[in-house]
């Protein structure tokens, strides 16, 4: 299944491993995530503020930030609502409905499209990339005179968005109708 799949790719990431998206709550993505980072991968991650609410997400985050991963929140948007993953930049990607969640895995109807074609790993990568910049640096710290520690804070990040980026760097429609044989197109 699109776990399984995804686990695969995860494992085998020699150098780089780029993470968009709005949810990430499944501990054994999680932990192989985690994995990599310790292993030298680079894991780089931009998710949507709201992660920073639930109890289940920021314990997955700080553990991927101690570990090594760079973290940026998207406080840009009312939803950061990408689920994409580019692997040692060209290699592969994944994208689709499929948020990183167990409920993606085990209860939803989701869809998952997993491409090596170098043009659209390129473009996703972009995608990736555009999201990175545009997002705020996730640390973990203490303010002065408080004893709690602090996993994150937005920034003002009040100018206007480019929320076009995947048709502008794709350049053509990302997909291709199917007809199946013996039906007429038209």
């Not at 780029?18 to 985690?34: C, D, G, H, K, P």
């Not at 940026?72 to 948007?77: E, G, L, M, P």
């Not at 060209?90 to 948020?99: F, M, Q």
Request: with cysteine.
């Amino acid at each position: 299944a699109c776990a399984d799949i995804l686990y695969m790719l995860i494992e085998r990431t020699n150098t780089s491993l780029y993470v968009s998206t709005y949810e990430m709550t499944n501990v054994r993505i999680v932990a192989r995530l985690i994995s990599a980072a310790l292993h030298g991968v680079s894991v780089r991650m931009t998710i949507d503020k709201k992660q920073l609410t639930m109890h289940k997400p920021r314990v997955f985050l700080m553990a991927l930030y101690l570990a090594g991963a760079k973290i940026r929140v998207d406080c840009r948007n009312e939803i950061h609502h990408h689920k994409l993953m580019v692997f040692d930049e060209t290699k592969a990607y994944v994208t689709g409905s499929y948020n990183f969640s167990e409920s993606a895995e085990d209860k939803n109807a989701e869809n998952f499209s997993v491409g090596t074609d170098s043009k659209v790993v390129k473009a996703y990568l972009a995608v990736a990339d555009l999201a990175w910049e545009h997002g705020s640096e996730y640390a973990i710290y203490k303010e002065p005179g408080e004893s709690a520690y602090v996993s994150f804070k937005c920034r003002d990040t009040r100018q206007p968005v480019d929320r076009g980026c995947i048709v502008k760097t794709l350049n053509r429609p990302m997909v291709t109708p199917f007809v199946p044989s013996g039906v007429s197109g038209s």
